[in-house]
């Protein structure tokens, strides 16, 4: 197993917004995490990428056979980890082009140009980096930019909010590409657009107050969630299907 969470809750200041998670994920498999605004999915990711203003305060997590819960961000960078941001900042002054040539200088790429033509990113390599791009344009610019990282595991936050419906396309080709060359995702959303436009997900996870409350198939789950929402499709999933898998 790629990666195993076991037990994990996360606090920010003290306060625990992430709360007894257990995920199993593979290579090459999609893990689509879904729930309200406010659930704690983002605080996962950032969890599991080891951003520093989080605090492990129970549970481990384990990438590749090793224990990584106390590693700093930049060394679960070199196994494998890489997340694509919901809100990546704008930087003026520095190329999106130089960021690209840093990452390849550094992880070499054999399909640079291609990965640029599924997300439609060419046009943008001379500009500053997400200064002025739309929402579409800067989800897809983070995504090429872990793209380019061949990581193991790609963490992506929420990328088909605040995108066009041409973007969408572009991502789901993107993350389809990944998973072709093994790379594990685990993509948060909360709408579920993007979840139509991906040709197969393994499992999908219903994250609420914290906690993964429901783990199921995309064929049983969606169907549901986008009748009832949330809260109302919850009693609906286990009672119909007496709590997942």
């Known amino acids: 197993m790629l990666l195993e969470i076991r037990e994990l809750s996360s606090c920010i200041n003290d306060k625990v917004i992430v709360n007894k998670v257990n995920l199993s994920v593979d290579r090459g498999e999609i893990h689509v995490i879904m ?30 056979g090793l224990d990584i819960t106390d590693k700093p961000s930049y060394e679960r960078a070199k196994l494998g980890i890489a997340l694509a941001h919901q809100y990546p900042p704008e930087i003026k002054g520095v190329k999106f082009s ?18 640029a033509r599924i997300l439609r990113v060419d046009e943008l390599l001379d500009r500053d980096l997400f200064v002025g791009f739309s929402g579409g344009e800067k989800k897809r610019s983070e ?34 590409y990944l998973r072709s060359r093994g790379t ?9 657009m993007i979840t139509n ?20 198939y995309p064929d ?25 898998i």
Request: hydrophobic share 40%; glycine share 12%; aromatic share 6%.
């Open 197 to 216: 436009k991906l040709s197969r997900i393994n499992r999908i996870h219903i994250m609420i107050n914290g906690t993964i409350k429901y783990n199921g």
């Open 98 to 115: 130089d960021i690209a040539k840093a990452i390849i200088s550094k992880y070499g790429c054999g399909d640079c140009s291609l990965m």
């Open 184 to 192: 594990a995702v685990i993509l948060v959303t909360h709408t579920g």
């Open 35 to 64: 729930g309200p605004n406010g659930s704690g999915k983002s605080t996962l990711l950032s969890t599991i990428m080891g951003l520093p203003h989080i605090r492990v305060c129970n549970g481990r997590i384990l990438f590749d």
């Open 220 to 244: 049983e789950v969606l169907p549901v969630i986008m009748k009832f929402g949330y809260s109302r499709g919850l009693e609906v999933l286990n009672r119909t299907f007496k709590g997942g």
């Open 143 to 176: 995504l090429y930019l872990v793209m380019l990282q061949s990581p193991k595991l790609a963490l992506l936050d929420e990328p088909d909010s605040g995108v066009d419906v041409e973007s969408i396309e572009y991502i789901a080709n993107a993350i389809e």
